[in-house]
C-alpha cells in the first residue's frame, strides 16, 4: 500500500495542527501524523522521482497548501502555521475526510481556482485538481495543467511573503523588479527608494535616462489581503506627482484597488499605472525575482529530419 494521496492527509494534517498549543512546520508534526497514520518505514522512505523528497512530506505540504487557500490554516511565518477558527468550526462538524469537493464550499478556495487558471463549473468543482482532468487530456495538456497549478500556488506563496516584508524591503523589492523589466537601463544606479519621512508621498524613483530627464516615481504599499487601496490614497500620490511635476507614476500593492481607484487613476493627468498583487507576482516570476529554479525538464519528440532521408 502506498503513501495516502494529498486529500487523504487533509483531515488529519488538520487534526493534528489543531492539537498544537502553537504554530507548527509540515517538518514538525510530520512524525505524528505517520504515527496517527501507522504508516510504515518503507511508505515514509518512498521518495519522488526527483529524489530530492519524500511522497509523504511532498503530500503533506500539498494538503496543508489546499487547505491554507480555503482559509482553514494560515501561514504566522516563514515555514509555520495554525489553524483558523473556520478550520475549528469545520473539525466541529466532525466530517469523515476533506476532500477538493468540499474545500469548494470557500470562496477563498474557489477565487484561487479561478487565480490558477481552472474553470469552477459543476463538473470541475466534483474533483478540482489537475489529477482529476488526467482521463481527458493529453500528457502534452497533463503538463501544462500540472505547470499552471505549480505556477498559481507559486505566485499565491509570493504574495504571502511580500505581505510580510518590511515597508523598506518592499520598496527594494519594487526597484529591483523594474531594473530587471529593463526600466532605468537595468542600472542599479539609475534607480533609488525614497521611502521614509520626508520622501514627498513617493517611495522609489527609476531615470529612464542618465540626465533624469524622464523619471517614474513609484509608491509601494504591501496592505493585507482584503485591505484594497481606494481612491484617497490615488488621490495623495497624485498630489505627490503634481508637486515633483512628474508625469509617470507606478502604484503597487500587494492587495487591491477599488473600482473607484481605477477610475481615479484613469482620469489623472498624470500617467499613473496601478500594479496589484496578482501582477506583482505574475511579474516576479516572469523575471527571476525571489524565486529559484528547482527543475528543469525535457520534453523531447521525434526528429523528423533525422528519418527524411
Known amino acids: 500500500m502506498g503513501v495516502p494521496d494529498y486529500q487523504s492527509l487533509m483531515l488529519p494534517l488538520l487534526r493534528q495542527t489543531a492539537d498544537e498549543a502553537s504554530p507548527v512546520s509540515i517538518i514538525g508534526i510530520q512524525s505524528a501524523i505517520a504515527v496517527a497514520l501507522r504508516l510504515s518505514e518503507a511508505q515514509l522512505s518512498e521518495r519522488l522521482r526527483s529524489g530530492k523528497q519524500t511522497v509523504f512530506h511532498n503530500r503533506l505540504h500539498w494538503a496543508k497548501q ?52 481552472d474553470g469552477v463549473s459543476e463538473a470541475a468543482t466534483a474533483d478540482l485538481p489537475v489529477i482529476a ?40 523589492l519594487i526597484i529591483e523588479l523594474l531594473l530587471r523589466m529593463g526600466y532605468g537601463q537595468g542600472s542599479e544606479e539609475m534607480a533609488q527608494a525614497l521611502g521614509g519621512s520626508g520622501d514627498g508621498g513617493v517611495d522609489g524613483v527609476v531615470h529612464q535616462d542618465p540626465l533624469g530627464l524622464d523619471r517614474v516615481y513609484i509608491q509601494a504599499k504591501r496592505y493585507k489581503e482584503g485591505n484594497t487601496v481606494g481612491p484617497d490614497a490615488i488621490n495623495s500620490f497624485i498630489g505627490a506627482l503634481n508637486i515633483k511635476r512628474a ?33 506583482l507576482a505574475e511579474l516576479m516570476l516572469r523575471h527571476g525575482v525571489g524565486v529559484v529554479v528547482r527543475h528543469r525538464i525535457e520534453i523531447k519528440a521525434v526528429d523528423e529530419g533525422y528519418f527524411e532521408g
Do not use: C
Open 66 to 117: 489546499y487547505l491554507t487557500r480555503a482559509g482553514l490554516l494560515e501561514s504566522t511565518r516563514r515555514g509555520e502555521f495554525q489553524i483558523t477558527d473556520q478550520g475549528r468550526r469545520l473539525l466541529e462538524e466532525r466530517p469523515s475526510e476533506i476532500n477538493n469537493r468540499l474545500l469548494a464550499r470557500y470562496p477563498e478556495f474557489v477565487a484561487w481556482l479561478k487565480l490558477r487558471g
Open 133 to 172: 482532468n488526467a482521463l481527458s487530456e493529453t500528457p502534452e495538456e497533463r503538463i501544462e495543467s500540472a505547470r499552471r497549478e505549480l505556477e498559481a500556488n507559486l505566485k499565491a506563496d509570493l504574495i504571502d511573503r511580500v505581505r510580510e516584508m518590511p515597508p523598506a524591503e518592499f520598496e527594494g
Open 247 to 279: 508625469n509617470k507614476g507606478l502604484f503597487v500593492t500587494a492587495s487591491s484597488f477599488t473600482r473607484q481607484a481605477k477610475e481615479h487613476a484613469e482620469k489623472a493627468s498624470t500617467h499613473i499605472v496601478l500594479m496589484d498583487g496578482d501582477r
